[in-house]
T-cell receptor
Framework: DAGVIQSPRHEVTEMGQEVTLRCKPI?????LFWYRQTMMRGLELLIY????????DSGMPEDRFSAKMPNASFSTLKIQPSEPRDSAVYFC??????????FGPGTRLTVL | AQSVTQLGSHVSVSEGALVLLRCNYS??????LFWYVQYPNQGLQLLLK??????LVKGINGFEAEFKKSETSFHLTKPSAHMSDAAEYFC???????????FGTGTSLTVIP
């Protein structure tokens, strides 16, 4: 299995632009999680889905952030408009109907 | 509510010395506990997990952790540190299947040659 796939691996954009991060979970996994990692705040859960349905989005920082999971094999995290403080590494993780989360390699976002 | 506390944001050990990374948790239900490792510029990789079976859990790369309910701890150990063990280590707790994880703030391990 290829593991969790994230794209792009690196994104550099200017303030005000829309940014879309993509995630393909491991086939057969029914839970998907989006995290953000920064030096200041560590690893933060943004949102997670069970069977494509958002369960808890209380970690989404503000309305500029949105996440979708249109099917079991794809999810997006969108930031519109982006701000410099959104610069971070964004991780996607998926989990089968057990307990372990498997992480992708992350997307390093830089907003200038 | 669940939470994890990792004591010591930075730990340095000499190559060949014992590695001990501390993790304490709080949980209102029997917890599932995890240790993940993150190498530079990579995602998190599962080292080991406790899910209510044996209290001493062995993981990859020679690491192990012991679940101590009375101390609400799940410390990570390795008898002899290697240079390749230098990384960030995260402890996490969850209630189990399909539930979110609560991660600690991480411990950065440095191995001195």
């Amino acid at each position: 299995d290829a593991g969790v796939i994230q794209s792009p691996r690196h994104e550099v954009t200017e303030m005000g632009q829309e940014v879309t991060l993509r995630c393909k979970p491991i086939s057969g996994h029914n839970s998907l999680f989006w995290y953000r990692q920064t030096m200041m705040r560590g690893l933060e859960l943004l949102i997670y889905f069970n069977n494509n349905v958002p369960i808890d989005d209380s970690g989404m920082p503000e309305d500029r952030f949105s996440a979708k999971m249109p099917n079991a094999s794809f999810s997006t995290l969108k930031i519109q408009p982006s701000e410099p403080r959104d610069s971070a590494v964004y991780f996607c993780a998926s989990s089968p109907s057990t307990d372990t989360q498997y992480f992708g390699p992350g997307t390093r976002l830089t907003v200038l | 509510a669940q939470s994890v506390t990792q004591l010591g944001s930075h730990v340095s050990v000499s190559e060949g010395a014992l590695v001990l990374l501390r993790c304490n948790y709080s949980s209102s239900v029997p917890p599932y506990l995890f240790w993940y490792v993150q190498y530079p510029n990579q995602g998190l990789q599962l080292l080991l997990k406790y899910t209510s079976a044996a209290t001493l859990v062995k993981g990859i790369n020679g690491f192990e952790a012991e679940f101590k309910k009375s101390e609400t701890s799940f410390h990570l150990t390795k008898p002899s540190a290697h240079m390749s063990d230098a990384a960030e280590y995260f402890c996490a707790v969850s209630e189990g299947t399909g539930n979110q994880f609560y991660f600690g703030t991480g411990t950065s391990l440095t191995v001195i040659p």
